[in-house]
């Protein structure tokens, strides 16, 4: 028996194999899980992707700033399965002059398309899939370490700042229904979001540096792991979390 077992999943956020919601998907298939993915833009690449999970998902589109697309998600996820167990949330996006350095001179629409996209996004699916969540369940989305400053990552640090206290702030407000509401912290991983963001090799060298357990930055696994375990029964009273998968790097000193 998988730690899924039975569990109808709602993954986004798979633009590659290397996209750490891939792996969420085909670790949740392997554990028992029913999956369906939503993809963003690309679709027919999304759609050429999820052929390669163990059990080819069916894709839906959702832009997650796309009001009629989020309004007809529960419709359109109701054709695959009859409710849903967990939400996995592994979007992000920040425009070029968000990242990279530029942190003084970005104009407040490029943050604003970084926040809706990377922060408000979480509770705009939350909400979205509600109505597919009435026996309770787990929302997950992914964070990168927002307590301190780093290099290169500027708009995006901010985004995830928002994005932790959103996670709690929805803990809070879906407690009640039986739903949790955590975040998977991850170390830095090579996907096409962190191809992205000018200067991402620096974390290599830090990561090195600080993880005791040490750190594969080619290796989606581990977080992929985290957000499965999150979304299991074996966290049943943990809501409002964050669970770091950084090989230990952010409980250490310099
Ligand atoms: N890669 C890392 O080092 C790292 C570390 C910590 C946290 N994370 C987080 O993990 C999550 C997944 O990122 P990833 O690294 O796997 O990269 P990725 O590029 O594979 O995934 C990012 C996803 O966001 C989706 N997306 C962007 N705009 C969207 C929109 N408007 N509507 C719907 N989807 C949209 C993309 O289609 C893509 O699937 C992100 O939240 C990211 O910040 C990544």
Request: glycine share 10%; aromatic share 6%.
């Amino acid at each position: 028996m998988g730690i899924l077992e039975g569990k109808r999943i709602l993954v986004t956020g798979v633009l590659t194999d290397a996209s750490i919601a891939f792996h969420v998907a085909r670790i949740a298939q392997q554990e028992g899980a029913k999956v369906v993915l939503t993809g963003f833009g690309r679709l027919s690449l999304v759609e050429r992707i999820a052929r390669r999970l163990p059990d080819p998902p069916p894709v839906l589109e959702l832009d997650v700033t796309d009001t009629a697309q989020l309004d007809s998600l529960v419709q359109r996820v109701s054709e695959h399965v009859d409710r849903l167990d967990g939400v996995v949330h592994g979007i992000a996006n920040a425009p070029a002059s968000a990242l990279g350095g530029n942190f003084l001179h970005t104009p407040w629409p490029d943050v604003a398309a970084a926040l809706q996209v990377s922060a408000y996004s979480l509770k705009a699916l939350a909400v979205a899939a509600l109505p597919l969540m009435s026996s309770g369940g787990s929302i997950v989305g992914m964070d990168f370490d927002a307590s301190r400053a780093w290099p290169a990552y500027d708009w995006m640090g901010v985004s995830k700042a928002a994005l932790e206290s959103c996670a709690r702030y929805l803990a809070r407000d879906l407690g009640p229904r039986g739903i949790r509401v955590n975040l998977m912290a991850s170390g830095p991983v090579k996907t096409m979001a962190a191809k992205s963001i000018p200067g991402f090799e620096a974390f290599e060298g830090m990561w090195d540096q600080r993880a005791p357990l040490g750190w594969n930055l080619a290796d989606p696994e581990p977080p992929a792991r985290g957000c499965v375990a999150l979304l299991s029964d074996w966290f049943p009273a943990t809501t409002g979390e964050i669970v770091h998968v950084d090989g230990g790097a952010h409980a250490m000193g310099a």
